[in-house]
């Protein structure tokens, strides 16, 4: 990828409702940092937003599922950093917060050496926290922020009871601090 303003950079979220009713959701961006020439949009289900709109509602129909994308154009070296929210509309305290960094970031002691990744994913029993070192327990949402699942053993967290679909998963540390918020995949 080069820096030059020619390449947008794209992190696509799938978004499912399995439901049987309509799910009405709403995202709130917060941009911690996005550096002077770099552009982002937001595109939910139903329209796009640039960097002026920080909230908005939409639909999900019943039984289906589509892509909320999050879009940036870099135009130099650097990294941006933007917050998405995600609740229910009618139920704004059964939030999921995913941070996405856009670029690279050097010169800092806070890099860690591998990611943390949720693996099988997508999974269909089971799933485990790769690189964990610093996670302590797992917590599960579904797509309306409900909490569906926890668990300490983060090597083989059981799923076989979840509903094909689109979850969240909160990483936590020993004082139940985020450490970071994924998403996975259940067929």
């Not at 794209?10 to 002077?36: C, Y």
């Not at 020439?37 to 640039?50: N, S």
């Not at 890099?111 to 089971?126: C, D, G, K, Q, R």
């Amino acid at each position: 990828m080069s820096l030059d303003g020619t390449n947008e950079v794209i992190m696509d979220v799938a978004i499912s409702n399995t439901t049987t009713d309509t799910a009405f959701v709403t995202w709130e961006r917060t941009i911690d940092r996005l550096p002077d020439g770099w552009a982002t949009l937001i595109c939910d289900l139903q329209k796009c937003f640039g960097p002026s709109k920080s909230t908005e509602m939409f639909f999900v129909p019943p039984n289906s599922s589509g892509t909320f994308q999050i879009h940036v154009t870099p135009s130099t070296v650097d990294y941006a950093v933007i917050h998405i929210k995600f609740y229910p509309t009618a139920n704004p305290n059964q939030s999921v917060t995913g941070v996405y960094t856009f670029g690279q970031v050097t010169g800092t002691n806070d890099l860690i050496a591998a990611p943390i990744e949720l693996y099988p994913n997508p999974a269909t029993s089971y799933f485990q926290v790769e690189n964990s070192q610093k996670v302590a327990s797992v917590e599960v949402f579904n797509l309306l922020g409900v909490r569906v699942l926890e668990s300490t053993d983060i090597n083989n967290v059981d799923i076989s009871t979840l509903k094909s679909g689109l979850y969240f998963v909160r990483l936590l540390d020993r004082t139940e601090s985020v450490i970071t918020t994924q998403r996975l995949q259940k067929n």
